[in-house]
């Protein structure tokens, strides 16, 4: 499956991948005999990547129970969007300037056009196709490599967080348009302190909104824990 070349890395972006894509779910054992045999690949590259994906916070390994995909809780999910925050407000706010007028004014285009889509299910899936535009724009063009760098090195854990959760969100990707819309609007105006500004408005409502799911698997396995004791009893 895999070249000699590299192969720990990459092996860890195909295990990687299983994760973000929710093959691997958050807390589940990873069978790393299994996916080894399925690869054809030997216990060396694997247990490098392993590293890799633990040093990346994807993983948790215990000396005798194996490796586990990481859980999100509030705290690692607060820090996640904490820096996210700070480094994506920084580059849209750097970006304002740089960006080509047509650049702008396509994604706002693009964000409007969803808004006035008729029917429901076509204006989920073109918004899910545009969710992340802003947001690449901003990489593109904040012209910092170290910047880019400090953004990129963040992305799997923030592509982590948004495919474990997202999901369970009722209306996503709509709940951001607005804000998706304020930014660019920003953008086209040429209005770097606004654009950061509603980039930040933007991630601290992303992160209030992923958070409820989180509070409420809480409550949930608090329920259980309570239920299961009565039962017990």
């Not at 040093?55 to 509030?74: K, M, Q, W």
């Amino acid at each position: 499956m895999f070249e000699k070349s590299s192969l720990g890395e990459q092996v860890a972006e195909a295990l990687k991948n299983e994760i973000l894509s929710g093959r691997l779910a958050p807390k589940q054992r990873i069978d790393i005999g299994r996916y080894a045999s399925d690869w054809n690949v030997s216990s060396t590259p694997m247990r490098d990547a392993v590293k890799q994906l633990e040093a990346a916070g994807l993983v948790e390994v215990s000396p005798r129970r194996g490796v586990y995909v990481s859980e999100i809780d509030r705290q690692e999910l607060r820090e996640i969007f904490e820096l996210r925050t700070a480094l994506e407000s920084l580059a849209i706010r750097s970006a304002t300037a740089r960006m080509p007028e047509a650049e702008a004014e396509r994604a706002l285009s693009l964000y409007r056009s969803a808004e006035e889509a008729s029917d429901e299910q076509d204006r989920e899936r073109i918004l899910r196709d545009i969710d992340a535009l802003i947001h690449d724009l901003a990489v593109e063009y904040c012209g910092n490599r170290r910047l880019i760098e400090l953004i990129e090195n963040l992305r799997a854990l923030i592509n982590w967080s948004r495919s474990t959760l997202i999901s369970h969100l009722e209306r996503p990707y709509a709940e951001a348009l607005p804000e998706h819309i304020e930014i660019a609007e920003a953008l086209c105006a040429r209005d770097g302190e606004r654009a950061a500004a509603a980039m930040r408005t933007h991630l601290e409502n992303s992160y209030n909104r992923i958070a409820t799911v989180l509070d409420g698997r809480a409550v949930a396995h608090t329920d259980e824990g309570i239920t299961g004791a009565d039962q017990q009893g």
